[in-house]
């Protein structure tokens, strides 16, 4: 492992992981038949790593944490913005979304890429959006963005958000935390930073975090 994980990058494990935590029964049949977690916004256990598995349903959600030398590798949004699904669901709402997105977030000159469901479906090349899933994405601001852009980014996207008929979910991260791109873009509105060690209600996510 040469990067250091950062919330939102999917790991991919090695054979035999082991988790600090003893996983719950559906956790196995997830993770054989895509072995990735997601990187969750919580403190380390020592060495080991807070990480997320995804099963087959949203209540299948399990939080745990992993050693490092149980990862093989890690896949960021932005490498991740990179891939392209399966040419049969190309056509899925979320993955146009997706492919729309580089002529209006490359203007601001921010580093992004897909999280969520569509991030695990390209890292791990199995099925996971559906017809009515959101598009999550995460963009990089490692120095302050203008409220004026943010609002004129949050716009751009809800309309090609709509265009293709479905929804997006923008998580702005600082260095130290992230927070919503749709509260941020509200001018003269608190945000809630979500941290590693809690959320709270600021005024600029840049001094606060």
Known sequence: MNRTPRPHDLLGLAPGARFVDEAPDWAGASLARAPFVVVRRAPCLG???AVGVRGATRGERFGTWIEPRWIEAIFTPED??????????????AFALLRAL???ID???????????????????TPTITRDSDLDIV??????LPRADASSLFDALSHA???VGTRIDV??????A????????????????????????????????
């Open 47 to 49: 060495d080991a790593i």
């Open 107 to 125: 203007r601001y000159g921010l580093a992004w890429g897909p999280a969520g469901s569509a991030g695990f479906e390209l890292a791990s090349a």
């Open 171 to 176: 998580q702005i991260e600082t260095p130290d």
């Open 161 to 163: 958000a709509q265009t």
């Open 80 to 93: 991740l913005r990179m891939r392209a699904p399966d040419s049969a669901r190309a056509a899925l709402p």
């Open 139 to 144: 963009v990089r601001a490692p120095s302050p």
């Open 178 to 209: 992230a927070f919503s791109l749709a509260e941020f873009a509200r001018a003269g509105l608190r945000v809630m930073l979500r941290h590693a060690h809690g959320p709270r209600l600021v005024d600029d996510p840049w001094t606060a975090a």
């Open 102 to 104: 580089p002529s209006i």
